[in-house]
Structures are given as structure tokens and as C-alpha cells.
């Protein structure tokens, strides 16, 4: 249990908590019967004409997002072109003593820790738990400096944030462009992480540029990938669906037959997903190079798609969904040596498509 979960009684005790331990950050969201509004946070808006989005802002007392496992930046919670939504919040509520999330009677329930929506990265292996002893401290890229526990590293689980670096962020008209920059000499690491969040001029297409240099003395590896949180116009994922990749996938998991099965390049539902459904896909196939990072998921009845292209070669990648939501979550490996820096790319690219078509 962290320093924080016990207290979410309400704002004015979290407030009293917040003041008394200044040294400890407040990781997650507000908890009740449905999530806050958006407009309760830090936030801001991009827009290029054609595309308008709405994202999160970091902040460790009053963000929306302040749990352990994303990147607490470029949280894009909507996404409107041609009056069509392509993200939203895929869970009725946040509950402190759930790991990840579960199905609870007719709701769905997410942990702090997977409560967030939209495109959003997690650099999945930590940094230094192995090593530290419980009550010790190890780095979460993204994140920052936190306080480890007991037994193995879990990510469903929040943890104490110690230290979550110095964040800058600049918004501009079609752009927003954050930084963490994260020193912890006793560790052995140190970072400076960017990212850039822009609607590219003219188009329907919004991409998010990556780039980490080690600054410290010790190597970086890790690995990250985009939880693409896709909810177009709110339908569930089935038949209705287009799941497509460049290449013959090999699936290592699959779901239900009667819920979704692989054909060739395409992952295809049978059946709307409803209840407790719960589809998911392990998949491999792919080569080497980066240009089979690419996914293609288009929706026949509200006549949306959506491509997904990264710029940096696959290790493994997955499909999961749920009655609210379907997200593609493709790895890449991060590995940087002190002095180093890595780049990477994501970009998405929004379409209509007639309606019904096949």
C-alpha cells in the first residue's frame, strides 16, 4: 500500500495529505461513481483546422493522471475529425484497490494506474528495482523516481513518487511539446526525455515525436510502446471492426473462437464484444525493419479508420479489447548508452470512409 491510497476521501482531505507530505506525490485520479470531468485539470486544446484534439497535462499535485505505469505526457483524451470521437474514457470508475482493472457487476473498473485514455507510452521495464531493497528506490522512465516494494515489480501497482524531475511544457496553437528532465546520482541514471504532440499543417494526421538522451552513467534498457485506447464514436469492438497489419500474423494467444480469430494479415470479430468479453491477440510475423510497424483499423458503420505507423523496428506487439475499447500496443526496444540519445516516431493518421462499405 502506498502513502497516498488510504486517503482519497474526498479534495479537502487530500489537500491536508498533499500539504503534510510534500515530498510524496499524489498519483492518481479523483475516485467516485464516474471519473471528473476533464475540465477539472490541467489540460489544453491543438487544433489544425481539420482535427481537434484535447490532451492532459503533467502536473504532480493537480494532474489528471498521476499514477505509475504511463508517461505522465501527451495524454490525448479526445480526438474529433469530421465530427467523429476517436477516444474517450473506456471505464465507469477508478477504484485505489484495484490491480489494472476488472469487470464489477455491470461496470467496468480500472486501477489508478491503467486509468488513462487515448495514445499514451509506458516504458515497461523499470530502472534499478532488482538492486534496490524494499523501501529502496528505482526510476520508471516517464514517471520518475519512485519507492520500491515488496515481492517483484508489478505495474498494475502504484508506487510512491519520490522525485517526478523537472517537467516544461510549451503549447502552441497545433502543438504541445513537454520535457522531464530526472537526476538521481545515488542511482547511477539520469535523463532528459522529450516529446513533441502536434497536428501536422493540412492534414488529418497527428504525430508524436520521441527523443531520450542519457545523461547519466549508466546504460538505459528498457522497453515502450503507444497504448492506442481506440473508441470510435463509442462502438464496440466486432464484426464492424477492420484489425489489419502488413504481414501474415502468427498469433502466440488468442481469444474465444466464437469472439475474434486471425485470417492472414487481420485479426476479425465474430461477434460484437459484450458483458465481460475480453479479445486478445499476441501476435508476431513481423520482420526486422520498421516497416512492418504499421496498423490499420477501420470502423464500416460510422465509416472511420484509423493507420498507425511507427518509425522504429517491432519486438513484439498486441491487440486487446473490451466492449468499450480496442488498442493496439506495439514494443520497441530502448536501449541508450550514457551520452546517447534515441529518437522515435509515431504517427496517426485519421480517415472517413463510407459508411457500410466493406
Same mark, same amino acid.
Given at each position: 500500500m502506498t502513502l497516498i491510497t488510504t486517503f482519497w476521501i474526498g479534495q479537502v482531505l487530500r489537500s491536508?495529505?498533499?500539504? &503534510?507530505?510534500?515530498?510524496?506525490?499524489?498519483?492518481?485520479?479523483? %475516485? *467516485?461513481?464516474?471519473?471528473?470531468?476533464?475540465?477539472?485539470?490541467?489540460?489544453?486544446?491543438?487544433?489544425?483546422?481539420?482535427?481537434?484534439?484535447?490532451?492532459?497535462?503533467?502536473?504532480?499535485?493537480?494532474?489528471?493522471?498521476?499514477?505509475?505505469?504511463?508517461?505522465?505526457? *501527451? &495524454?490525448?483524451? +479526445?480526438?474529433?475529425?469530421?465530427?467523429?470521437?476517436?477516444?474517450?474514457?473506456?471505464?465507469?470508475?477508478?477504484?485505489?484497490k484495484v490491480v489494472n482493472w476488472v469487470f464489477?457487476? +455491470?461496470?467496468?473498473?480500472?486501477?489508478?494506474? +491503467?486509468?488513462?485514455?487515448?495514445?499514451?507510452?509506458?516504458?515497461?521495464?523499470?530502472?534499478?528495482?532488482?538492486?534496490?531493497?524494499?523501501?529502496?528506490t528505482f526510476i520508471k522512465l516517464g514517471v520518475g523516481v519512485l519507492r520500491r516494494g515488496d515481492g517483484r515489480y508489478n505495474r498494475f501497482v502504484p508506487y510512491d513518487v519520490l522525485d517526478p524531475g523537472k517537467w516544461t511544457v510549451r503549447k502552441r496553437k497545433d502543438s504541445v511539446e513537454f520535457t522531464q528532465e530526472?537526476?538521481?546520482?545515488?542511482? *547511477?541514471? &539520469?535523463?532528459?526525455?522529450?516529446?513533441?504532440?502536434?497536428?501536422?499543417?493540412?492534414?488529418?494526421v497527428l504525430v508524436i515525436e520521441h527523443s531520450m538522451k542519457n545523461t547519466g552513467k549508466r546504460a538505459i534498457n528498457s522497453n515502450v510502446y503507444n497504448h492506442h485506447f481506440m473508441m470510435m464514436d463509442k462502438q464496440p469492438p466486432g464484426p464492424d471492426?477492420?484489425?489489419?497489419?502488413? %504481414?501474415?500474423?502468427?498469433?502466440?494467444?488468442?481469444? =474465444?473462437?466464437?469472439?475474434?480469430?486471425?485470417?492472414?494479415?487481420?485479426v476479425v470479430y465474430r461477434r460484437?464484444?459484450?458483458?465481460?468479453?475480453?479479445?486478445?491477440?499476441?501476435?508476431?510475423?513481423?520482420?526486422?525493419?520498421?516497416?512492418?510497424?504499421?496498423?490499420?483499423?477501420?470502423? =464500416?458503420?460510422?465509416?472511420? *479508420?484509423?493507420?498507425?505507423v511507427g518509425d522504429r523496428p517491432l519486438i513484439r506487439s498486441m491487440l486487446w479489447s473490451i466492449r468499450t475499447v480496442l488498442a493496439v500496443e506495439p514494443y520497441i526496444a530502448v536501449d541508450i548508452q550514457p551520452g546517447e540519445e534515441l529518437t522515435w516516431r509515431d504517427t496517426i493518421e485519421y480517415y472517413t470512409i463510407p459508411s457500410g462499405s466493406k
Amino acid at each position: 500500500m502506498t502513502l497516498i491510497t488510504t486517503f482519497w476521501i474526498g479534495q479537502v482531505l487530500r489537500s491536508i495529505v498533499a500539504a &503534510a507530505l510534500p515530498g510524496s506525490m499524489l498519483f492518481s485520479l479523483s %475516485f *467516485g461513481p464516474t471519473p471528473r470531468p476533464a475540465a477539472d485539470f490541467p489540460q489544453t486544446e491543438i487544433s489544425n483546422g481539420q482535427i481537434t484534439a484535447k490532451l492532459y497535462l503533467p502536473d504532480a499535485r493537480n494532474g489528471y493522471y498521476r499514477s505509475t505505469r504511463f508517461d505522465w505526457s *501527451g &495524454a490525448v483524451y +479526445s480526438l474529433v475529425y469530421k465530427g467523429h470521437e476517436f477516444y474517450g474514457v473506456w471505464y465507469d470508475r477508478v477504484d485505489p484497490k484495484v490491480v489494472n482493472w476488472v469487470f464489477r457487476g +455491470s461496470e467496468i473498473v480500472s486501477g489508478p494506474c +491503467s486509468a488513462l485514455a487515448g495514445p499514451v507510452n509506458e516504458f515497461e521495464t523499470p530502472l534499478g528495482w532488482d538492486e534496490a531493497q524494499p523501501g529502496g528506490t528505482f526510476i520508471k522512465l516517464g514517471v520518475g523516481v519512485l519507492r520500491r516494494g515488496d515481492g517483484r515489480y508489478n505495474r498494475f501497482v502504484p508506487y510512491d513518487v519520490l522525485d517526478p524531475g523537472k517537467w516544461t511544457v510549451r503549447k502552441r496553437k497545433d502543438s504541445v511539446e513537454f520535457t522531464q528532465e530526472l537526476s538521481a546520482p545515488d542511482l *547511477g541514471w &539520469a535523463y532528459v526525455y522529450h516529446k513533441v504532440v502536434r497536428l501536422e499543417k493540412g492534414k488529418p494526421v497527428l504525430v508524436i515525436e520521441h527523443s531520450m538522451k542519457n545523461t547519466g552513467k549508466r546504460a538505459i534498457n528498457s522497453n515502450v510502446y503507444n497504448h492506442h485506447f481506440m473508441m470510435m464514436d463509442k462502438q464496440p469492438p466486432g464484426p464492424d471492426f477492420t484489425f489489419r497489419v502488413p %504481414f501474415e500474423i502468427k498469433a502466440t494467444r488468442l481469444p =474465444k473462437a466464437e469472439m475474434a480469430e486471425v485470417r492472414g494479415n487481420e485479426v476479425v470479430y465474430r461477434r460484437p464484444l459484450a458483458g465481460q468479453d475480453e479479445a486478445i491477440v499476441l501476435y508476431q510475423g513481423f520482420g526486422d525493419s520498421a516497416r512492418d510497424h504499421e496498423v490499420i483499423i477501420e470502423n =464500416k458503420k460510422t465509416g472511420t *479508420g484509423v493507420r498507425i505507423v511507427g518509425d522504429r523496428p517491432l519486438i513484439r506487439s498486441m491487440l486487446w479489447s473490451i466492449r468499450t475499447v480496442l488498442a493496439v500496443e506495439p514494443y520497441i526496444a530502448v536501449d541508450i548508452q550514457p551520452g546517447e540519445e534515441l529518437t522515435w516516431r509515431d504517427t496517426i493518421e485519421y480517415y472517413t470512409i463510407p459508411s457500410g462499405s466493406k
